[in-house]
Nanobody, 117 residues
Framework: QVQLVESGGGLVQPGGSLRLSCVAS????????MGWYRQAPGKQRELVAS???????EYADSVKGRFTISRANAKNTVYLQMSSLKPEDTAVYYC???????????WGQGTQVTVSS
């Protein structure tokens, strides 16, 4: 069973940057299209970025041009580079399989990102 562990969140000022990491426990993750999701208080979880096994990427309009998703299959890791952060980016961020392409793995605990001055 795949376990996903997210890290890299924290408190950052508006306009700042963070890089999130997600490590999968098994190598077969490299065959999965993966995504980064976020869930703000009182809101539904949303997919903000995805990357296929061939490294093709897609982004939600709200993060396009500011976030970059990438993967390092040799490390079983997916990254989310976030820049020009805004207060509305505040949420718990999760990684998982791209649910538009396959069923999700068990959800990890996520990593909190807070954008505030």
């Amino acid at each position: 069973q795949v376990q996903l562990v997210e890290s890299g969140g924290g408190l950052v000022q508006p306009g700042g940057s963070l890089r999130l990491s997600c490590v999968a426990s098994v190598s077969r993750f490299r065959f999965s299209a993966m995504g980064w999701y976020r869930q703000a208080p009182g809101k539904q979880r949303e997919l903000v970025a995805s990357i296929t096994s061939a490294a093709a990427t897609e982004y939600a309009d709200s993060v396009k041009g500011r976030f970059t998703i990438s993967r390092a299959n040799a490390k079983n890791t997916v990254y989310l580079q976030m820049s020009s952060l805004k207060p509305e980016d505040t949420a718990v961020y999760y990684c998982n399989a791209d649910v538009n392409r396959q069923s999700p793995y068990p959800w990890g605990q996520g990593t909190q990102v807070t954008v505030s001055s």
